[in-house]
């Protein structure tokens, strides 16, 4: 089937086979089966249920990116010859993907000024060498940044460690992420996270789809739009690329879509990049005018809707279409398909987020859904598609720079401990003091802060200036190369399904899941709670409040969640029942919500102003199909069609107006850096657009954030384009 038809469907089933070879399929159905959420994206597969099923029981619940990350996970171990042999220089040279498939870390690593090569050293000495930096600078002078794959527990730990050591600089990768929507949600409804449970999407009509790729980020998402498509219901997509696999998708685990493929958009709409907020407002402003509205709803359970129906009504159709790039005949289209949908969930990921108005964007969401009274009730509601497998549950155990106050109280009477008060640091805050030598270390639980962080040259710099950069780590990445310090610190860890005890994870359903762990692959590494607990241990000694050493057993740590996160209380007796639970008080299947008034609000929003040169154009950094984040697994990217990643993709009438030509190199510049060597290729992307890959293009992505959630504008940045000939002219 050519690929370009159609997403998922024989490539993906190839790809399994192909992977399977790779490993041995024993060894890899074994692993795939295992009790253990899933490791990728946060649609919440496996736990207890037993691998590859979802929320509902659906099995074989299987994607690519799981098989990927499973495979990466069993490498052999990397040897001492590897480092010995390998400079840093050299590991500069590999691709993310070079790096991955080095194989597994497994010895502690460590590299000093003026070193050439990393250099194993003993757990011991790694351990005080961290424990000594920390007990020689002031509690703010580092900084604690979590990715979202380790476990509630490990993080937990972390952030308790951070704060008892006496910072608050604690932050996750949720700040480069969906930050925007814990702001924009929690301000409207009360609560930060999906209002919704997977049974109600698949009941829904009808499922606006903004600014987010499932295809490939959350493959599993697919067979529920499709179900819903199968129901005669409607999806409809608004983004300004046409994602191939949106359009039609062959779901891997269903054997008439696999065969023939299902159609997904009923209604694929292209606005410019940030022109979302100016959509909807146009969407709003017909349902307003025309009286389409939940009036019994709004007056109930919502205030703020009058300034907000003001704003609209003011709201010219000129500003609207100029704004958004969409006619207004569209807009009217998709207005009548939501004022004849009775059940309507509204799911977004980056392309909401990534702006410096991502807070508006999704308050611009929340007031369209109140606008037909779609939250607080069954089958309809509000869906942020959560990325890390477990970025949602970092959050809720504390991994935030700002605890809420009554967990940091229960903490405080629990423990009976003072924990800091000075305000923390959001990532992109810290990483600016790295910058300004305000903080001295830093110690990351995964992730790659070097390689998600925008403006690359400046993560370099900021990170080369702090004394002492410890990741927590599986594999080698770009950020061990690129992101060190004058010393850096590499520590082994263990992958949640080889951990020797039980680890939870929670799902963008707010389910939470137990995985067993698993048998040991690979010898070495340690488990990430293990670790945390020596090092606060080395660094806090006998005078620390904690038994470390009995933090070592996860259960003592779940049982200590349980007590002091509301919410959570279903983590004591998890290990002896296996009962996995949803977190109470988050799914709003009824009208009242958990604000002081009980109501949700409305808030009037203004449409960004997004200006562009002439010679300038709009653009996004995305993920191809064959990452997962900054880890590239493959270079092509087969549902855009691309075979390499150093690619500009442009509109047709783009080239032409820029006097280009396809696969003509170019350069690519913006205010904070210049990629050269870039090749134009078409799309269908809405002119004035342009889209590149993301980790690499973060030498283009500015520091602009959005003054609420502190979230960079990943996806808006802008570009102009140099041929050889400008170049010469210029010169
Ligand atoms: N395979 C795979 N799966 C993943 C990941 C991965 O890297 N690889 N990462 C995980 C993580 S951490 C996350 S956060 C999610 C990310 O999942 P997505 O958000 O789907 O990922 P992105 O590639 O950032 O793509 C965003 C989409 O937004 C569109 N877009 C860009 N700008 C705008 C805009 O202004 N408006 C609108 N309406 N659309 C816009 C783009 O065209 C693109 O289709 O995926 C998770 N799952
Ligand atoms: N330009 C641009 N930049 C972006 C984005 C974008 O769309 N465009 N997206 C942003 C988003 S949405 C996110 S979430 C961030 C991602 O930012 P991060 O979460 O910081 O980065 P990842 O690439 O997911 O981290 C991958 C690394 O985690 C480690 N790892 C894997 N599994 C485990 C484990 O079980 N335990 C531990 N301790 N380590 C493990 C491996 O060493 C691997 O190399 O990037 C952001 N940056
Ligand atoms: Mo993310």
Redesign the pocket.
């Known amino acids: 089937m050519n690929p370009m038809k159609s997403g998922g469907g024989w490539a993906a089933v190839c790809y399994t086979l192909r992977m399977a070879q790779r490993v041995g399929w024993w060894r890899l159905w074994q692993a795939m089966r295992s009790k253990n959420a899933c490791?990728t994206c946060a649609l919440g597969m496996g736990g207890q249920a037993g691998g590859m099923r979802n929320e509902q029981g659906h099995w074989p619940e299987v994607c690519k990116k799981s098989l990927q990350?499973m495979v990466?996970?069993m490498q052999h171990g990397l040897r001492q010859e590897f480092f010995e042999r390998y400079a840093i220089a050299h590991l500069q040279t590999l691709s993310?993907r070079e790096?991955?498939w080095c194989g597994r870390?497994t010895e502690p690593l460590f590299a000093g000024p003026g070193d050439m090569h990393f250099r194993p050293i003993a757990w011991e000495e790694a351990l005080r060498r961290v424990s000594d930096q920390l007990r020689g600078t002031q509690p703010d002078e580092s900084f604690f940044?979590c990715?979202?794959?380790?476990?509630n527990e490990?993080g937990f730990l972390l952030q308790l460690f951070a704060r008892l050591y006496g910072t608050n600089y604690v932050n996750?990768?949720?700040f480069?992420?969906?930050q925007a929507s814990g702001v924009g949600l929690s301000a409207a409804l009360g609560t930060g996270t999906a209002t919704v449970t997977l049974d109600d999407i698949e009941t829904a009509d009808l499922f606006f789809l903004i600014g987010g790729n499932p295809a490939s980020n959350h493959p599993r998402l697919m067979r529920s739009l499709m179900n819903i498509r199968r129901n005669g219901g409607h999806v409809v997509v608004i983004n300004p690329v046409k994602e191939i696999g949106l359009v039609n998708f062959s779901v891997p685990s269903d054997v008439w879509s696999l065969l023939f493929g299902s159609k997904i958009a009923s209604l694929y709409v292209q606005p410019h990049i940030g022109g979302d907020v100016a959509l909807l407002t146009g969407i709003a402003k017909l349902l307003v005018e025309s009286d389409a509205i939940a009036a019994d709803f709004i007056a109930k359970c919502t205030d703020g809707f009058d300034a907000f129906a003001g704003q609209v009504r003011a709201t010219t159709w000129q500003e609207i279409e100029r704004n958004s790039g969409v006619e207004r005949a569209t807009i009217t289209r998709m207005a009548d398909m939501y004022a004849a949908a009775r059940n309507v969930v509204f799911g977004w990921t980056?392309g909401i987020?990534?702006h410096e108005h991502g807070v508006a964007n999704v308050r611009a969401i929340v007031n369209l859904a109140l606008l037909r009274g779609m939250v607080g009730r069954r089958h309809a509601g509000l869906l942020p598609i959560r990325?890390?497998s477990n970025?949602q549950g970092i959050g809720s155990v504390g991994v935030v720079p700002n605890l809420k106050q009554h967990i940091l109280d229960n903490l405080e009477t629990t423990l009976n401990v003072t924990l800091p008060r000075t305000p923390g640091l959001d990532t992109m805050a810290c990483m600016e003091a790295a910058d300004q030598e305000r903080v001295k270390s830093a110690i990351?639980?995964?992730?790659?802060?070097f390689?998600?962080?925008?403006d690359a040259g400046f993560a370099h710099r900021a990170l080369g200036k702090l004394e002492l950069v410890t990741?927590?780590?599986?594999?080698?990445?770009?950020?061990?190369a690129w992101g060190r310090g004058r010393q850096t610190l590499i520590l082994p860890?263990?992958?949640?399904d080889e951990e020797t005890q039980p680890t939870t994870q929670e799902s963008m359903f707010n389910f939470v899941r137990l995985s067993d762990g698993g048998q040991t692959r690979i010898h070495g590494p340690r488990g990430?709670v293990e670790l945390i607990a020596a090092i606060a241990g080395q660094t806090l000694g006998s005078a620390s409040p904690i038994d470390w050493e009995a933090l070592k057993r996860h259960c003592n740590v779940r049982d200590m969640i349980a007590r002091v996160i509301p919410g959570l209380e279903g983590l004591r007796d998890l290990d002896r029942t296996g009962k996995e639970f949803h977190i109470p008080n988050r799914i709003l299947h009824e009208p009242r919500f958990p604000t002081a008034s009980g109501k949700a609000s409305f808030a009037a929003q203004s449409m960004p102003e997004l200006p562009l040169d002439d010679d300038q154009l709009r653009l996004?950094?995305?993920?191809s199909e064959g990452q997962?984040?900054?880890?590239v697994y493959e270079e092509q990217d087969i549902y855009r069609g691309q075979d390499r990643r150093d690619v500009i993709l442009l509109n047709p009438a783009d080239i032409k107006r820029l006097g280009l030509q396809p696969d003509q190199r170019v350069t690519v510049r913006s205010c904070a850096g210049v990629m050269p060597s870039i090749m134009v290729r078409p799309y269908d992307i809405r002119a004035g657009n342009a889209l590149m890959y993301?980790?690499e293009?973060?030498v283009?992505?500015p520091r602009a954030i959005d003054p609420l959630s502190k979230t960079?504008a990943?996806?808006s940045v802008r570009v102009t384009i140099e041929t050889a000939a400008i170049a010469a002219q210029a010169r």
């Open positions: 490791k990350a990466a996970d993310p790096l991955e870390l940044y990715s979202g794959r380790s476990s490990a996750n990768c949720s480069y992420c969906h980056m987020t990534h990325g890390h970025v990351c639980l995964g992730g790659n802060l390689g998600s962080n925008p990741y927590l780590s599986t594999t080698l990445n770009t950020g061990h860890v263990l992958a949640r990430e996004m950094t995305v993920r997962f984040n900054t880890v993301y980790p293009a973060n283009l992505v960079p990943f996806k």
